[in-house]
């Protein structure tokens, strides 16, 4: 167990100068160093609490073991919490994955038209810019008249057929007989 520590500290002879590794030599391996006092203090925190902590283990152990229902309850919450902690994960780093790819893609585009206009030339760059934004408006135009006269249509189909059903109740209703 020695081992580790001493190939350490020969490493850091070769990288530290020789006052700092003195004092990492002082401070690990001095028995009445803070690490080992604090090493000592868990040490016997953990032989006064063995006692309790066991029988604490004892009792919910035969309490587990006399209800095992509770075990696969708490189970299945266990695996409920798991998935859905890597489900939260997995949302999150699609995510940021799918933010850097529309911010890449942004600053590509925006890169394109800057070079673009560099090289074709403001005022050409400008003239194209016009026209296709005349081909788009007008694109746009058509688009909203179809939309417009769909519309209508649909309107117009039911309406009719809400005067159909309304013809079709008051027949059933008086039958043949129509009184006028």
């Known amino acids: 167990m020695d081992f580790p520590l001493h ?3 020969d490493f850091l002879q070769d990288i530290l100068p020789p006052e700092t590794v003195a004092q ?3 401070f690990l391996l001095n028995p009445s160093s803070p690490l080992h006092n604090l090493r000592r203090h868990l040490a016997a ?4 609490m063995y006692p309790l902590v066991a029988a604490a ?9 006399a209800s095992p229902n509770v075990v696969a309850a708490a189970v299945i919450l266990a695996l409920a919490v798991l998935v859905m902690q890597i489900l939260s994960f997995v949302h999150r780093l699609v995510l940021f994955w799918t933010r850097v790819a529309f911010r890449l893609l942004f600053w590509a585009a925006v890169g394109l038209l800057v070079s673009v206009a560099w090289q074709r030339g403001w005022e050409r760059t400008l003239r194209d810019v016009v026209v296709l934004g005349s081909q788009l408006v007008g694109w746009v135009a058509g688009v909203v008249d179809l939309w417009v ?4 249509r649909a309107q117009a189909q039911a309406q009719a057929q809400s005067r159909s059903q309304s013809r079709s109740q008051s027949q059933r209703r008086y039958g043949d007989y129509q009184h006028w």
């Open 7 to 9: 190939w350490t500290l």
């Open 24 to 26: 990492v030599q002082n």
């Open 45 to 48: 925190a953990a032989a006064h």
């Open 57 to 65: 283990l004892g009792r919910l152990t035969e309490l587990l073991s």
């Open 149 to 152: 006269r769909e519309y209508e």
